[in-house]
Structure formats: C-alpha cells, structure tokens
C-alpha cells in the first residue's frame, strides 16, 4: 500500500472542540493533524455548522475492520443516524487508505464525493498532496477545481 489512511473528524453537535479531540485520541495512532475548519454544513444545509479536521492515522486494521471500529466509535460517541446528513456529535470518513480502491456495498475509498467536498479537501491539502488513485489529481489540484461554494473557514485559535 502506497501512502497514508486518511480521515475527516466532523461535528456539529455539543462542544465540538471536545468531540473532535475525543475522537483522534480514540481512533488510534495519529500521525498528522490539520488545523480545525469551522464549515457550512453540506447537504441538509438549515443545522449547525460543523468543525471539521483530517487527520492521518497508522492502523494494522484492513479497511473493512477500520470501518467498523470507526462506526463503532461512533455510537459509542453519541452519534445516532436518524437522517442522511443530518446533525450529529461525531461524523468519521474515510477518505484514504493509501492508494487502496474498494467499492463494496458498505464502503467506498476513496470517499466517493471528496472532489466534490472543500469542507474535506481544505483541511487534507494541509497534510497531504497525495494523488487521488482514480483520478490521477493531487488534492490541490482537487481542491482548485472543486466547485462547492460552501464557506471554510480556518479557526484562529486552535487547540
């Protein structure tokens, strides 16, 4: 396997700071962190904004393993999915798994709409300009022709 796992920590509900910390302290070993993002909330647009933050993590998990411990996590954090884009304490993607390619009916990598997304590219070009194994595009070039006009915003002062 070439390259990183990368993830998208999101939240929107209760002390964000403190959801998106808990989060990377539980998922594992951490090797790079960007800065937070404060963003428009995406699909289901009339909810809080989230703060968002991608990170790369080391894991002996395969991807299908790390999705479970992910969703895991997930409930365990408070997260209940009642609807699709709807508002929740704690959202984990993954993005990556280096240049890994998987398109099951439980998971897709890479995250299927990541070129669509600037509220997941913004934070990842931080860390990373790996190229994108199916389109062939770094994530700075993904992020100069995305076209989502959804408002992302560095937080000044980070944790």
Not at 20 to 39: K, P
Not at 123 to 148: G, Q, S
Request: net charge negative; hydrophobic share 40%; charged share 25%.
């Amino acid at each position: 396997m070439e390259g990183g796992i990368y993830l998208l920590l999101g939240s929107n509900l209760g002390d964000r700071l403190k959801n998106l910390s808990e989060a990377r302290n539980r998922i594992g070993s951490v090797l790079q962190s960007s800065a937070i993002y404060a963003t428009a909330a995406w699909g289901k647009t009339e909810q809080p904004d989230f703060f968002n933050q991608a990170i790369e993590i080391k894991s002996v998990l395969d991807p299908e393993a790390l999705l479970q411990r992910i969703l895991d996590l997930e409930i365990d954090m408070g997260r209940v999915r009642t609807e699709k884009w709807g508002p929740r304490t704690i959202d984990i993607d993954i993005l990556f798994y280096g240049d890994i390619v998987i398109d099951t009916k439980d998971l897709t990598i890479p995250h299927p709409e990541i070129q669509n997304r600037k509220f997941a590219l913004e934070p990842l070009a931080e860390i990373t300009n790996m190229t994108h194994p199916i389109f062939k595009k770094t994530i700075r070039v993904l992020l100069d022709e995305c076209t989502d006009a959804g408002k992302v915003t560095r937080l000044p002062h980070q944790p």
